[in-house]
């Protein structure tokens, strides 16, 4: 480690943060019901664009990704987190903090939403309450968002929020039909965006 760096597994990361309308929390034991009906009832709206919802998951493998994503948390090497209503208690979507680089303090944040939340706002709301988590809590130096360039609703939710489009990967990786796609980098970066 550098001198000034830090051990992940040593800071300091609250479980769970709250918007307007979300407790955006870190993958519980037992989540994987709740991700996996998401997932059902999304299905058609997620497989164009995620390659993990070519087919539906068993009960048992989004129990598996939800204690993967648990485990990650803990070891601080990826902050998978949950978007649960306050209200109702119903599971709204996934995001999190991704392709985390400690020693730079740069984050990726990804989403999907639950089909019957989607158009509401959710997803805006909860990338801006991760992204201000990050520039608070975790010091960020850079924010990115990715997405397929044909993916509209992803990339208008960080344009929405004032993430700088920063270029376009041309046939950067395969899409979830094997053809190359281009990727959209959009980002926050302090001293610009924040």
């Known amino acids: 480690m550098r001198p000034n760096e830090v051990e992940p597994i040593l800071l300091q990361i609250p479980e769970s943060l709250e918007t307007n ?14 991700v996996n009906e998401a997932v059902k009832q999304s299905i058609d ?8 919802a070519q087919q539906l998951p068993t009960l048992e493998e989004s129990e598996v990704i939800t204690r993967q994503g648990r485990v990650h948390f803990m070891k601080r090497s990826d902050l998978m987190l949950y978007l649960i209503h306050k209200r109702s208690g ?13 020693a730079a303090r740069k984050f990726e944040i990804g989403y999907w939403i639950n089909t019957p939340y989607a158009g509401q706002g959710y997803i805006t709301e ?11 809590s975790l010091q960020a130096n ?9 993916n509209v609703r992803s990339a208008r939710v960080a344009e929405r929020l004032g993430f700088a489009k920063e270029g376009i990967l041309r ?24």
């Open 171 to 194: 046939s950067e990786k395969p899409d979830v039909s094997g053809s190359l796609r281009d990727t959209v980098i959009y980002a926050k970066v302090r001293g610009h965006e924040f």
């Open 126 to 136: 909860a990338v801006e309450g991760i992204t201000r988590f990050a520039i608070d």
């Open 142 to 150: 850079r924010i990115e968002i990715r997405c397929d360039a044909r």
């Open 45 to 52: 709206e997620l497989r164009p664009w995620m390659p993990w």
């Open 21 to 34: 309308r979300l407790i955006i929390r870190a993958p519980q034991w037992d989540d994987g019901q709740l």
């Open 90 to 102: 119903a599971f709204i979507g996934s995001s999190g903090l991704h392709r985390i680089d400690w």
